[in-house]
């Protein structure tokens, strides 16, 4: 039995939604229902995740919708390289039979609230970072992109390009937040947050909340959309992750990250090749990771991503992106990527997560 | 700035660079160095290891320069280093001197109230 995402659910992307996460998640999930749909009383499973206790954990959710009763729930203390495994997970739940309907969601007040980008995360790698002044997350990527961009011959152009296109996407989502266009002329002009990086290649904090419903095959064909089928997922921290979110000090090449060590897992199960793939959503803290996850999935060749992007010869971040659409964690990533199948696409791969360690899924159309 | 949270594994190191010294930890079994410190070897797995000196000599993996203030204030701009030890492991540090990525660095020792931090600075 295979499984499928059947519906998508969005709340506005804003800078002060004036609700709780709960509230957020509630209204996203019930959006993913009717988008389906389905009934809240034939949920079975709920899986989320949240950073430092920013969201609301899946039973309050499976309360304020009032779900009979849950026989799967995860509550993943990850950030943004939980959603691609979170479906998975959900997928191998529902295929064996342990689960019929499952929510997969991310909710938080990203701007409002706790802001991921600056909060000081638990664990023991924190004590080398924090009191030096290393002490945000896009110091991290920046770090990594800076040895990228040496390593590959890319340059911050490369960067740039990443943020010119995705913002041309961005233009036409009604629910981006940055619709306005982005001249690589503008881009370069900027002045750095934090070298190589500038304000437009950053992901922009939003309060706001994503849901999908995973169900089988078989059941969503008889739903409101047609099924976007989960054709393959796969997890993957490399060799010597390190002591927490922010720690890379023991990760041997900054130059490639998960994506290039579950690449030929996650094809392979498919039964694709990286040139099936008609369209990408790849996870996009910065623009850093896009040209990254590119090269690590074998999209494109070492080197090649940037020109891949201006190319424009593969849609890649078709919702604008985290970086113009808005920081759901990407779980708003796999939901664009239902959003690209249902509109006849044959074959997306789709990332979460920057650096040591992610997720991905295939979704593919129910031929 | 705000001192680091020293933990049981890490008491040694941040002891040391109060004399300034700067220790490694190394396994007993297979010799790797390593940093940070930990409970284990994060190559074989073997538990506990010894703490062996190093000058922390070494070259610039990466680096970035922090133009802006972002979380709690402080003077911008600032570079950090992630440096690669000619001893083996890597460690992070602010870094003095022209930033370049495999540009040689040594290390010193800036001294505050209640911890002492190390620097890393460029060598011509």
Redesign the interface.
Known sequence: MKAAIAGVGYTALTKHSGKTPLGLAREACQAALDDAGVPASAVDGIASFAVMHDSAPCVSVATALAVPQLRFVVDADLGGQAPCYLVWLASMAVATGHAENVLVFRSLNGRSGARVGTMEFSGAGGQYRYPIGYDAYLMYCAMWARRFLHETGQTEEDLGAVAVAQRTYAASNERAYKRWPLTLEEHQGQSYVCEPFRPDDCTVEVDGACAVLVTSVERARDLRRPPAVIASGAFRAGPRPGLDIGDHLLWADYTRNYTSILRDELFGRAGVTPADVDVAEIYDCFTSTVLMGLEGLGLAERGGAGDLVRSGRLPINTHGGLLAEGYLHGMNTVAEAVTQIRAGHEVCAVTSGALMDGSALVLVNDR | ???????V??ESFWAALRDHRIVLQQCQACAKK???P?PSC??CGTPGGVDVETDASGRV????????Q???P?EVP?T?A?VQLDDG??????LDGHAS?DAPVESFFVDHDD?T?LRFRVVS
């Open positions: 700035m705000s001192s680091p949270r020293v933990d594994d890490s390593r940093f940070p930990m994060p190559w993996y990466s680096w970035v320069t922090v133009h802006r972002l979380t709690v402080r600032y950090v992630t492991p890597r460690l992070l540090g602010r990525v911890w931090e």
